[in-house]
């Protein structure tokens, strides 16, 4: 039976989305933020929005980062070393159903930067994360977006404890992320301003997993590393740029133990901008910069090999930070199906609808200024008409 009431709509739209809140706010277990995957349909960076592909959209994004910094590495002797980091990420995105999709993401390239304690400097491929999607329930005439993710991550990378990384652990882990994106303009999305607010939960289920490199002397976690997780993410279109800006990070609520690297919370603030070269290609480009999370608490041992990059045998060179101070990034991303990268079939309908709209408005803003021009000569010939008829009136007379 069709929905004929807006109240009963509205009714049922906010019980779906206090639904998608209370799971994504109790529920320990949308891909992990700051890894650098792509974000999907109106996201920025590093945030996901609260839209969701049409059915059967198919979209890929291919999302790299790159850090170099200065050092001194070298066991037998010293040597002045740029210690590069590089990783690229490769990300399918499709539209399952209304209000659903999915985002499955694969490491093509990570460097390791770890010269000193293996031959193999990078992994290919990285890990494998997987998200469901379910999002695009609007409130306030569609000013406002809700959503929510389940996100999935499986260890396919074959390396887990990576310098200049998230923390990612040696076992299948799993994430929630609640999403809000506030549209300037609800029915021209791809051309509105736009704000998404990502809150979620991370668990790395690392309990009992080895976070050292030497298998002679392994050193395993004892806990189970838990971490919040939130990004809020800013879009200005200015014709076919969109200007964007993030800030994101991770606050653990349970710190993983103290041989992982990146076992600090952390806060990046990332600007960028991304072109659209045609309708269903874009290329983008951003910088993050580390603002909190400086300070190193790893301890670092020759024993378990969890070394600073660069700092050789551990105990000559000069080793590398945490986290990078800096990242240089680049994104590129295609539409398949259909070609065209942001407008679905209810956005052109939606566009036609607002052009259409906007047209009729400047037509009745024209005939209003024609009908102010007439009303003004009738007054003009109404007191003229006085103005005749008073003389003839006092001619008469005299």
Not at 172 to 191: D, R
């Amino acid at each position: 039976m069709p929905l004929k009431s807006k109240s009963l709509q509205f009714t049922l739209k906010a019980t779906v989305a206090i639904i998608l809140l209370f799971v994504a706010t109790v529920t320990d277990v949308t891909a992990q933020i700051g890894n650098g995957l792509g974000t999907g349909k109106y996201g920025t960076f590093n945030t996901y929005s609260a839209s969701t592909l049409n059915k059967g959209f198919f979209s890929t994004y291919n999302q790299g980062r790159v850090y170099v910094a200065a050092g001194l590495s070298g066991i037998s002797s010293v040597k002045n070393i740029n210690l590069w980091h590089a990783a690229n990420n490769f990300t399918f995105a499709y539209g399952i159903y209304d209000h659903f999709d999915a985002l499955i993401s694969i490491g093509t390239y990570q460097d390791l930067n770890l010269r000193a304690i293996r031959n193999k400097q990078s992994t290919v491929p990285g890990d494998l994360f997987v998200v469901l999607r379910s999002g695009g329930f609007e409130f306030v005439d569609g000013k406002i977006g809700l959503g929510a993710s389940l996100g999935f991550k499986v260890p396919t990378g074959g390396q887990q404890n990576i310098p200049f990384e998230v923390y990612k652990s040696d076992n299948f882990e799993v994430g929630i992320l609640g999403m809000a994106t506030y549209y300037g303009n609800p029915y021209y999305k791809e051309q509105s301003f736009l704000f998404n607010i990502n809150l979620g939960l991370w668990s790395h289920n690392d309990n009992g997993k080895q976070v050292s490199f030497y298998k002679n002397s392994p050193v395993e976690s004892d806990v189970n590393s838990m971490a919040f997780q939130f990004g809020f993410g800013t879009v200005v279109p200015v014709k076919k740029v969109q200007l964007m800006v993030d800030a994101y990070g991770i606050a653990y609520l349970t710190q993983p133990v103290k041989e992982v690297y990146s076992r600090e919370s952390f806060v990046y603030i990332t600007p960028g901008i991304r072109y659209n070269i045609l309708p269903w290609i874009n290329i983008g480009t951003y910088v993050d910069v580390l603002v909190a999370g400086k300070t190193d608490d790893t301890e670092y041992s020759q024993l378990t090999g969890v070394l600073r990059p660069g700092e050789g045998d551990g105990t000559t060179g000069k080793g590398a930070p945490n986290y990078a101070s800096w990242r240089l990034g680049f994104s590129l991303g295609f539409n398949i199906l259909p070609v065209n990268f942001y407008s679905s079939g209810s956005d052109q309908k939606r566009k036609r609808l607002l052009d259409r709209l906007l047209e009729e408005e400047r037509g009745a803003q024209k005939a209003a200024a024609q009908l102010e021009k007439l009303k003004k000569l009738r007054l003009n010939a109404e007191k003229e008409l006085e103005k005749i008829k008073k003389d003839l009136e006092e001619n008469k007379s005299e």
